[in-house]
């Protein structure tokens, strides 16, 4: 490509993977010489607290894959580490007229304003930023009520998103067969390695994505029992940076499991509703709850954050997120419900540190799914749904055997008792959700 010709680039965000890529597929089948690129996005990397951040090496090494894979033809991914903002503009710059293809990001606050902003330089250079849906099925724009409001009760939603997934929405976008018409040989940045940004490899390894299609045949049966060994799909963080593609999976669930699919449905339905409701980033969804006189008890935080309560099911959950960046999902909600209710201690600090510690950690969700547990979100009826981590241990985990993996010392001596009744947490936590009720 030379500098007088238009170049067009790809921009490599939550869609690593070169198969069935909605956006590199409408770059690939319209123009010969795209450029890919992924920029290390120095405006969120340098806001992580741990520097062995997992999430990081596992994209680190996801970009080196795409890399190898079409060196032999020639062709490279650039890669960047700083200001996606600065790069665009000095890219304008070298190219005149330039186009830039990248999949659609709905996330309130700083990516829609950067996204913004790339379009309005590339915009002034006669180039043009062209977003492609790609990482939902469904985009927040396209399913709302018949009066035209966002949905905010699952539900209904679901019913809406399930009627929009006809048969072209799910179709695979056949990127992998037009990386032929990727540039060859033209000269652009690169970063050399995880230290030159700051990061250290992480210890913690992640699985490449499996569709198991008799996981997804049974899902419905074992997805709730933390000590199956293949109950559940593991396929959270391929999902978050598009490692897999959202389509793939849902024709796979449509074909064998709607309840799989209707789980991919709660993920959109929590996209939707930040999209719609950004501020309940930070914010109770309920208004009458942003009264809520939460306790800010940082030593009753820490023991739930070690994995130190004096239940078993809880502490077990905590030890696995903290050894392995995952929890299942089941135990998220017990985990969540028990610092919430049982200890009233603010959702946004377990939102928070969530956010730190899951390698699947996607905003949308992780908020939706905390206020839903803190009972301060869009559900019908939340504050009083309760979870008894003693019943939903003897129902989803009968034999001990996910306890008995991460807490081991569970039946000695050694193990501490529970730092709070249940009994009588839940009847303060319905006494405090019932203060501020109007």
Known sequence: MSSTEIPVFFWFRR???????????????????????????????????????????????????????????????????????????SMAVRFPRLIVYAGEDYEPGYPMVRDARVAKILKAAGGRLELVRDHVLVAPTECS???????TVYTPFSKCWLSLLHEERLSSKPSENYLHRLATGL???EVRNLEEMGFVRSSIKVEAPRLDENMLATYDKTRNFPGHPHGVSRLSMHLRFG????????????????????????????????????HTVNQEFRPEFQRLPWRHDEAAFEKWCAGHTGVPLVDAGMRELNATGYMHNRVRMVVASFLTKDLLIDWRWGERYFARKLLDFELASNVGNWQWAAGTGCDAAPYFRIFNPTLQQEKFDPEGVYVRRWVPEVHSSTYPRPMIDHHQARDRALE???SVQV
Do not use: C, M
């Open 145 to 151: 009520k018949p009066d035209g409001t966002p949905y």
């Open 15 to 89: 869609d690593l993977r070169w198969e069935d890529n909605a956006a590199l597929y409408a770059a690939l089948s319209q123009h010969d010489g795209v450029q890919p690129v992924f920029i290390f996005d120095e405006n969120i990397l340098k806001a992580l607290e741990d520097k062995d951040d997992a999430r990081v090496t596992f994209i680190w090494d996801h970009v080196q894959k795409l890399k190898q894979s079409v060196a032999s033809r020639g062709g490279t991914v650039w890669t960047w580490f700083g200001d996606p903002v600065a790069f665009w503009e």
């Open 243 to 278: 490692t897999i593609s959202v389509r793939a999976l849902a024709r796979k669930a449509r074909d064998l499991n709607l309840t799989f699919l209707k789980e991919l449905g709660w993920r959109e339905f929590f996209i939707h509703v930040l999209y719609h409701f950004p």
């Open 187 to 189: 000269e652009g940045p």
């Open 432 to 434: 405090f959700f019932r």
